[in-house]
T-cell receptor, first 113, second 116 residues
Framework: NAGVTQTPKFQVLKTGQSMTLQCAQD?????MSWYRQDPGMGLRLIHY???????DQGEVPNGYNVSRSTTEDFPLRLLSAAPSQTSVYFC????????????FGPGTRLTVL | AQSVSQHNHHVILSEAASLELGCNYS??????LFWYVQYPGQHLQLLLK??????LVKGIKGFEAEFIKSKFSFNLRKPSVQWSDTAEYFC??????????????FGKGTHLIIQP
């Protein structure tokens, strides 16, 4: 099993550009989520999904969009990148519910100029 | 909404010293509690978790944590640290409110440096 994979590992964008961060898992987990990690802030939940076709907002959803067309994939879209979105983004998945152990991907380091 | 407070943002210890990292959460209902570790340049890994039962839980690499419900605390301990324990440690909680899905609420992290 590859577990949770994320692409790309690094990305530099200009303000106003859009892009999609990819996340995939091969553990057949229903629950998937996106977090951003900022220095001194810990990890904050952006969006999550409890299954294909179902998504919901987390703590910091503004400026991000998600969809869940399959169990395996949960892409995160930045609609119009801003410097405040410079961060490290982690995707995570767990079996059936967020209160089970979550497995994290390796992260994407995004810089917005 | 739940919140998590980690008291120590930076901790420096010598090898073989004992470690205790504080974690308090605010939520009056049933919670699941986690400690994750992030080694330099790596993604988060689960150290240990508490769901129910024995409040003293043991995790990987000699770590343990004690859940004290009356104090809303879940402190992480290790009797003797090693240089390889240098990492960022995160306490996290998920409140098991009826039917609602959400995510983990993380503390801001503790940066632990072990000096040889």
């Amino acid at each position: 099993n590859a577990g949770v994979t994320q692409t790309p590992k690094f990305q530099v964008l200009k303000t106003g550009q859009s892009m999609t961060l990819q996340c995939a898992q091969d553990m057949n987990h229903e629950y998937m989520s996106w977090y951003r990690q900022d220095p001194g802030m810990g990890l904050r939940l952006i969006h999550y999904s409890v299954g294909a076709g179902i998504t919901d907002q987390g703590e910091v959803p503004n400026g991000y969009n998600v969809s869940r067309s399959t169990t395996e994939d949960f892409p995160l879209r930045l609609l119009s990148a801003a410097p405040s979105q410079t961060s490290v983004y982690f995707c995570a998945s767990s079996y059936r519910a967020p209160y089970n152990e979550q497995f994290f991907g390796p992260g994407t380091r995004l810089t917005v100029l | 909404a739940q919140s998590v407070s980690q008291h120590n943002h930076h901790v420096i210890l010598s090898e073989a010293a004992s470690l205790e990292l504080g974690c308090n959460y605010s939520y009056g209902g049933t919670v699941n509690l986690f400690w994750y570790v992030q080694y330099p340049g790596q993604h988060l890994q689960l150290l240990l978790k508490y769901f129910s039962g024995d409040p003293l839980v043991k995790g990987i690499k000699g770590f343990e944590a004690e859940f004290i419900k009356s104090k809303f605390s879940f402190n992480l301990r290790k009797p003797s640290v090693q240089w390889s324990d240098t990492a960022e440690y995160f306490c996290a909680v998920n409140a098991r409110s009826g039917g609602g899905a959400d995510g983990l609420t993380f503390g801001k992290g503790t940066h632990l440096i072990i000096q040889p």
